[in-house]
């Protein structure tokens, strides 16, 4: 199965959003199919797209078992870069104790929680 992304969220890979549209596209066929996730005509990437749409699959799947059901191509070296750092985090994130990943959450939210509008 192919997912082109220009499909689903147009040319930019950037937020929330447009990653939990590719998260909800991958969930639903991971486990039948080997899904190739096309980037061709994206022109921007940011972490907040791969952190939604990539990273949560690796709380389930080791990174040979996603590897082997998920591929990617047309990534621009940006897209890649940034892809692989969200998978190195995620991984790292995901080996931490339930506790140790429950505090670092909540660090980044009180963290979030201190900026003010100005």
Not at 69 to 92: E, R, T
Request: net charge negative.
């Amino acid at each position: 199965m192919e997912i082109k992304i220009i499909d689903i969220i147009g040319r930019t890979a950037v937020s929330r959003i447009s990653g939990e549209k590719l998260h909800t596209a991958i969930k639903q066929n991971i486990d039948s199919r080997k899904i190739t996730i096309d980037f061709s005509g994206v022109e921007f990437y940011a972490s907040p797209f791969f952190n939604t749409a990539i990273a949560p699959f690796l709380e389930i799947y080791d990174l040979e078992n996603l590897q082997a059901n998920l591929s990617f191509i047309n990534l621009s070296p940006v897209g890649k870069n940034l892809l692989n750092q969200v998978i190195h985090n995620a991984i790292d994130f995901y080996s931490k104790s339930q506790d140790d990943r429950d505090s670092l959450s909540n660090e980044v939210t009180q963290g979030l929680n201190n900026f003010k509008d100005e």
